[in-house]
């Protein structure tokens, strides 16, 4: 760079004021706008909404001041990468120069990619893209919402897609999808329709854009939002290669909006055949049903009054043959049993006859064993006086008992 010549001469005298309004003027003069690319750290958010931060290398670190109300489409972190645009100013009150802000971006794909990963590895680990999350899509939602831009091509596209399938009513939330509001008003529209509870299912849908234009759609608000939402949603934002965080948690990812759309609804066609499918199997069912009741009331014979009298009345002849075989079996059964009661006098007596032998016997018995008769052939008992029996001579006591069989002699 070229050095400026001094402008100042050195005799003069300034006082401290004039001296820091002279430095604010030439700074601000020769810098009325700069690029600086740095890594921030030191940031702060005052009560008054504006941010103080600090952009360094490492050879140098400016001060950098980012008023309330100026656009940033990213969530400021300490370490990232950026690429700040605005205008050199000093602050006499201290003594230091700083860069006021008028645009930031981030520097490279590669900061983007890095700060994205590392959000979905934190919202991952919360369990926000869990798959057990995710909740069936409606087969024929009669009400869709839409969150969107109303002037962007996004929006057209469903429509007409919509239409071209199965017209559904369409319900828009307008939201801009592009720039620092954009995350909170993509999110308002999920949390409005949940609220509202008047939509069958939610597109949340947005055009193909560089990477910077999507990141709201990576804003943690956004993908709470989403994962949040009791209403099946689709996420519908970018084309075919473009991943946001609010497609993990989305109910389903859908490739483009028109995707979306496509997805929300069946064509017409597909929807004739499933009922021509559904036709041919019913009345293919009914058919076969008609076929066995054709057949069942075939194998049906009708008869006669007089064949229905006359098999009854052979029912009635078999029933009365099976009575009288059992009538006879029984009164066979019974003359035997008189029979045998006719009997019982003589068997009476039979019995009578041989107990009286039987006693008797026992009676002839009863003597031949009796002592009586042994006293009969002439001998005796000789019993002392308490009348036990005296069997020896060497035991013979006075006075005794001498039984024969005929009396008795007391000695």
Known sequence: MQKPEPFVKPDTIFSVTDAASLLKGVVETAFPRIKIRGELSQITRASSGHMYMTIKDAGAAISVIIWRGTPVSFRLEDGLEVIVTGRFTTYPARSNYQIIVSEIEMAGVGALLKMLEERKRKLAAEGLFDASRKKPLPRLPRRVGVVTSPTGAAFQDIQNRLRERFPVHVILYPATVQGATAAAEVAAGIEYFNRAKNVDVIIVARGGGALEDLLPFSEEIVVRAAAASEIPLIS?????????????????????????????????????QDLDNMWHRFSGHFATRLVNAQQRVDAINIKSPKQLVMEQAQRLDDITRTLSIIMGAKMAAAHQKLDAVATFPMILEN????????????????????????????????????????????????????????????V
């Open 236 to 272: 519908g934002v970018g084309h075919e290669p473009d991943w946001m965080l609010i497609d993990y948690a989305a109910d389903f990812r859908a490739p483009t909006p028109t995707g979306a759309a496509e997805t929300v609804v069946p064509t017409k066609l597909s929807l004739i």
């Open 351 to 410: 019995r009578m006859a041989r107990m009286t032998q039987a006693v008797a016997h026992m009676d002839q018995m009863l003597n031949s064993l009796s002592y009586k008769s042994v006293l009969s052939r002439g001998y005796a008992i000789v019993r002392d006086s308490a009348n036990q029996i005296i069997s020896r001579a060497e035991n013979a006591v006075r006075p005794a008992t001498i039984e024969f069989a005929d009396g008795v002699v007391h």
